[in-house]
């Protein structure tokens, strides 16, 4: 069982070899362990945000020489005493100063327990917490970026904000209900309702924002589809600009899937290549067929390649209405491709069903690389900017967490409910009810509102060492 007032430890870098390597240390018995296992060079008493040069040792044997940054209480990252431990970036060494630094008094850390503390002490709030494995497991800039403004506490100052405005209602409504047998109105409720009103906007628009924020997070499925031929192993190799995919003009040369990644504009794509849809007897054609349309059913952008030098064929018309079907529930992204551009072309935009449901068509010639760039920048806009609306989101707080996004709905499912109340002319305590139930939601964004269920499901995806 842990206890607050544990003195943890762990090792802070990655597994594996390296020049240096971080041991750190955290807790009030952080200075005490330290000064039975370290020897410095020069006695010198240890003061905060300083570094200090000379060895670990254990019983007389050294162990390793390190340097060792001290942080004092509430100047440090957990706001507790804490060090960190720069030694040789060795398995065998690291682990040797973790053993010591346990022997003398320390406690294995938890999985985020650095990072949890930073938190129970009120040095960050629970979406910040959530950030910083955000910050480490960020793979593109964009999704830095993002990340960056969690960290940095963007979102919190929104939800604060949003917050403060349901605390005013609230406190109107229950300023009402100590007069309640005068039957007085401290509040307009014009006034109510244009404050329930801007906040259910502003979060109407942040939910909105989970859809990108998950695929800034997590990468966007690009699945590549169409007939045998079409040129999609050869736009799979024009997106990584490098042969990947085994291209011939033999049909179905393609027979199961091939998935790369690679980045666009900050964001990561996980692209699939995957075998050309058509009616075959061969049956391992027929399994990639149909892992084809499985990938299609978990993509969130699809390309739908077409050889512009032939006719638009029944079997493209109806995978093109199927996409389309997808593209109306919300569940893909399709994107037309007439490959083959540089040659003479009998299919155009305005022959295929796209055009009528103003979806993307790009011209692009895959062998010559012609059209990639407008490719790419197509691609990016539909993830960044849903249903073709226009809009900067360069400053836009965006949701990543699946569980600040239910919080939010839950937030204004009951900021729904008072307005509703309030419509009804309802007493002031039935409106102040479904407010504060809002305010809770929104206060388990941050962290006011929490239970040890939540901090644990959140703080054992962490590492050891944060």
Known sequence: MTHPADTIAAIATP???GGIGIVRMSGTSSFDILASVFMQDKENALEGWRMYHGTIMDAGEQIDEVLVAVFRSP???????????????GLYVMRRILNVLLKYGARMAQPGEFTRRAFLNGRIDLSQAEAVAEVIYANTGRSLEVSMQHL????????????TKLIRVCSLLEVELDFAEEDIQFAERTELADLLNDVESQLSRLLNSYRRGKLLRHGVKLVIVGKPNVGKSSLLNALLQEDRAIVTDIPG??????????EIHGILFRVV???GINITDDVIERHGISRTYQHIKSADLVLHVFDGTNDVSDHEVELSQQL??????GEVSPVAIINKADLTLHTHA???????YQLPILYISAKEGSGIDQLEQCLYERVMDDRGASASYADAIILTQERHARATEEAITHINEARSALNQSKSSEFIAFDVRNALNSLGEIVGVVTTHD?????FNNFCIGK
């Open 350 to 356: 305005e022959q295929l069903l796209y055009e009528q």
């Open 324 to 329: 389309i079907e997808g593209y109306h529930r």
């Open 152 to 163: 940095q506490g963007r979102l919190r100052d929104l939800i604060e904000t949003l917050r």
């Open 454 to 458: 939540i901090l644990n499901t959140i």
């Open 273 to 275: 290549d995957t075998a």
């Open 253 to 262: 040369t393609t027979r199961d899937s091939l998935e790369e990644q690679l």
């Open 15 to 17: 597994i594996g070899l």
């Open 75 to 89: 100047h440090s990252y957990t706001r507790e005493d804490m060090v960190e431990i720069n030694c040789h970036g």
